[in-house]
Antibody, heavy 120, light 113 residues
Framework: EVQLVESGGGLVQPGGSLRLSCAAS????????MSWVRQAPGKGLEWVAN????????SYVDSVKGRFTISRDSAKNLMYLQMNSLRDDDTAVYYC?????????????WGRGTLVIVSS | DIVMTQSPDSLALSLGERATINCKSS????????????LAWYQQKPGQPPKLLIY???TRESGVPDRFSGSGSATDFTLTISGLQAEDVAVYYC?????????FGPGTTVDIK
C-alpha cells in the first residue's frame, strides 16, 4: 500500500526540540520532492518546508527558518523535520506530504499527521 | 509571498445542488512557458488529512469523482461540485504551487442544508 506515516510528535516545552519522522512505503520516495505541512488546531493549512530528491535543495516558510531543518534518508525511505527553539505557535498537526510526480508544490499523498503541542 | 483568498467562507446547499467556491491569488500563478496554472484544490474531512482533488487548476486527480471540476486562470479560480453529495461535506482549500512558500487559502466549509 502506498502510504506515509509520521511519528515523533508530542508535548514539548517552549524552547525545546523535537524530531519528526515520515516513513514512506509502497513507492520509491527518492524520486519525489517531499514536504511538511502543518495545521494548527481548528485552523487552516500551512506549508512548512520541502526537500528535493537528492536532499540538496530545501526551502522553508519564513516563520521556521533557522529553527527547523528538513532532511531525508533515501536509502531508508525516511524524511525528517528537526524542530528546535519551539514556540507556542508551532503547536499543530504536522503532515508529511508527497509532491506531485515530476514537479513540486502540490501534494498528492498525505500522511495522517502527528500532533505537536508546545506548552509549559 | 502569494496571498490566497477564498469565498465564501462557508456555504450550505441541498443535496444535488451545485456548489461553487472561488479562489483568488494576489499575483498570477500562470507560468507562461508551459501555459499551466499552478493552482491545486484539496478536500479535508474532519479528522482526516487533506485529499488532492484538482491540480494545474483543472486536472482532476485520479479517482476523484467527475462532479468535481476546476476552472480559471492567472489569479481567479473556481472549484465546482456539480450535484452535491452527503460525502462532500468538508472544508475545501485552494493552494498555489507557483512559488515557495506554497500558500493555501483559508478554506471554505461546505455543508448540507
Amino acid at each position: 500500500e502506498v502510504q506515509l506515516v509520521e511519528s515523533g510528535g508530542g508535548l514539548v516545552q517552549p524552547g525545546g526540540s523535537l524530531r519528526l519522522s515520515c516513513a514512506a512505503s509502497g513507492f520509491t520516495s527518492n524520486t519525489y520532492w517531499m514536504s511538511w505541512v502543518r495545521q494548527a488546531p481548528g485552523k487552516g493549512l500551512e506549508w512548512v518546508a520541502n526537500i528535493n530528491q537528492d536532499g540538496n535543495e530545501k526551502s522553508y516558510v519564513d516563520s521556521v527558518k533557522g529553527r527547523f531543518t528538513i532532511s531525508r534518508d533515501s536509502a531508508k525511505n525516511l524524511m525528517y523535520l528537526q524542530m528546535n527553539s519551539l514556540r507556542d505557535d508551532d503547536t499543530a498537526v504536522y503532515y508529511c506530504a508527497r509532491d506531485g510526480p515530476g514537479t513540486r508544490g502540490y501534494f498528492d499523498l498525505w500522511g495522517r499527521g502527528t500532533l505537536v503541542i508546545v506548552s509549559s | 509571498d502569494i496571498v490566497m483568498t477564498q469565498s465564501p467562507d462557508s456555504l450550505a446547499l441541498s443535496l444535488g445542488e451545485r456548489a461553487t467556491i472561488n479562489c483568488k491569488s494576489s499575483q498570477s500563478v500562470l507560468y507562461s512557458s508551459n501555459n499551466k496554472n499552478y493552482l491545486a484544490w484539496y478536500q479535508q474531512k474532519p479528522g482526516q488529512p487533506p485529499k488532492l482533488l484538482i491540480y494545474w487548476a483543472s486536472t482532476r486527480e485520479s479517482g476523484v469523482p467527475d462532479r468535481f471540476s476546476g476552472s480559471g486562470s492567472a489569479t481567479d479560480f473556481t472549484l465546482t461540485i456539480s450535484g452535491l453529495q452527503a460525502e462532500d461535506v468538508a472544508v475545501y482549500y485552494c493552494q498555489q504551487s507557483y512559488t515557495s512558500p506554497f500558500t493555501f487559502g483559508p478554506g471554505t466549509t461546505v455543508d448540507i442544508k
